[in-house]
């Protein structure tokens, strides 16, 4: 079950039942860190917990633990369901995670009626080719798009996506004014969007951010709050759930934030055409239903 890929069109609607109704979802994450006899940092395993209310019946608990080591550089993401102190399902869902991301940034495209034309990705890692895999479903049309990384990337990149029907052109210089949509897939450590490359961004022109792996983040903070810009959150624990995030917030950056369910049930009108419009996409509690809900199912 490891392997198991996803239904596409199934996983973006069920995490978009979960947005709509996320008022019903109670969630937590904690971090526990380790560290060796000399205090060199080890790893850590971030447990998070989402209660999902059923009125006068048990909640359904869902739960996902991932712990990472430093050497080897991967992690484990472990994910269970709970009813009634029982464990009713546990799997492996590693490989899920890069598709419920994915599956994120097309519900967010389909919420703001934005359908990509000129693409720029920037990161060629695996969620990278995940993102192009559900590009290509729901726009079956597209056959090329460019990219940026540190490195060209023809195997481990280019010809994946290749295999799908979509020439990847690698670009050595970030250039983003040439694009109506920036997808960044990076772990960073530096601000790819910042208050100077910014106005080289078209007016209605979608900028998703992905990063949550990173302490400086893709998006200077100072970008959040102009007024050219439109800042769109899948829900409000984006906030606080990287460090670059809660800095933004601290400095008074993140006052003007829309959220994706307000989006999705048409609560607020957006001048997407005449303002640049930035994504920041965490969404962990609403992802993690949607796949265990999925798995259990399979």
Not at 15 to 23: A, G, K, P, V, W
Not at 63 to 69: A, I, K, M, N, T
Request: charged share 25%; net charge negative; aromatic share 8%.
């Amino acid at each position: 079950m490891t392997d198991t890929i996803l239904d596409k069109d199934v996983l973006v609607a069920n995490i978009r039942t979960q947005m709509e109704n996320c008022d019903q979802l109670k969630y937590k994450r904690s971090l526990l860190e380790f560290f060796d006899n000399d205090g060199r940092f080890l790893g850590d395993n971030v447990f998070e917990t989402s209660f999902m209310a059923r009125q006068n019946q048990p909640p359904l608990i869902y739960e996902v633990s991932g712990p990472y080591d430093t050497i080897s550089n991967e992690y484990a993401t472990i994910g269970r369901i709970y009813e009634s102190g029982q464990r009713i399902f546990e799997c492996d869902m590693k490989q899920q995670i890069q598709q419920r991301t994915a599956a994120m940034v097309w519900l967010f495209f389909t919420a703001l009626d934005h359908k990509p034309n000129g693409v720029l990705i920037v990161g060629a890692g695996k969620l990278a080719i995940e993102t192009v895999h559900y590009l290509k479903h729901f726009l079956p049309d597209l056959s090329v798009l460019d990219y940026h990384a540190r490195n060209q990337r023809i195997e481990s990149f280019e010809n994946p996506c290749g295999e799908l029907g979509v020439s990847v052109r690698y670009q050595d210089k970030l250039e983003l004014g040439d694009y109506d949509t920036i997808i960044m897939v990076t772990n960073t450590q530096a601000c790819l969007l910042d208050s100077i490359n910014i106005d080289s961004i078209r007016p209605g022109a979608v900028v998703a951010s992905l990063c949550t792996t990173s302490q400086t983040g893709e998006i200077a903070s100072e970008v959040y709050d102009r007024e050219d810009v439109n800042v769109m959150f899948d829900y409000d624990l984006t906030r606080s759930f990287t460090p670059d995030m809660r800095a933004a917030d601290e400095a008074g950056h993140l006052k003007r934030v829309t959220f994706l369910s307000d989006i999705l049930q048409k609560n607020v009108p957006l001048d997407m055409t005449d303002k640049k419009n930035l994504i920041r996409i965490t969404g962990t509690p609403m992802q993690n239903v949607a796949v265990l809900d999925m798995m259990r199912s399979l």
